[in-house]
């Protein structure tokens, strides 16, 4: 009997002497299987399974071996009838028989292309966050701040929140690689870790040159402009 349909039954592990009151006899109960829902046929799901010896054809049966082969029936030490249609062999589960690279997976993501688009949407904000105080900065530089000592100060401003952001970046990462990894993390973590420094180089350098563009002759057009 299917787990689940003797759980919904009150039947948890089987005793011996368990009968099933049908409404002819007891059925005697030998045990409870496992049928999980993932991906197999969902045909032995909420079924109960007995013997039995029927001289007739059968719909269908059920072959388990391994590795695969060409063509099933020919481990079967029945004969198949040819006047009942043409058979046909087919995967009991259909996903979790399927051939699976984990490392040709790994390396098809598209890796380079997220980090460079990490990089340039880094880029797009940190021009835009100077951009929206560029009124500020101009006017450092009217009260006599030199240009290096301003886009030393900005750089400073965004380490300051940029080493704490990537820290927990970096060890969500971490985290992420080692769950139900069985392979060693360092390749999992090192393909997140590489767009955080992307994003975070990008983010700097771009602050530091878009600073280091703001004019103090551009002051007036900066205050209209705000």
Known sequence: MD???GASLGIGRVPAGTYLATGAEQVPIAGTFEHPDDGRDATLSGAALGIAADQNAFDSCWV?????AGNPLEL??????A???ASEAVQWNSSLGRIFNPPEAFHALPLTELTIAAAAISAVLALTSVRLRRLELASARHIGVTGPDL???TLAETTIWLVPACVIALSTF???AAWQNP???LAAWFAGARVVGAAAAAWWITAGIATALIREAHLVRYFQQR
């Open 3 to 5: 787990a689940e349909l």
């Open 64 to 68: 388990r071996f391994w590795p695969p």
């Open 76 to 81: 079967l030490s029945i004969p198949v009838t």
């Open 83 to 85: 006047n009942h249609g």
């Open 151 to 153: 886009v030393g100060v």
């Open 174 to 176: 971490a985290f992420l």
């Open 183 to 185: 392979d060693p993390l």
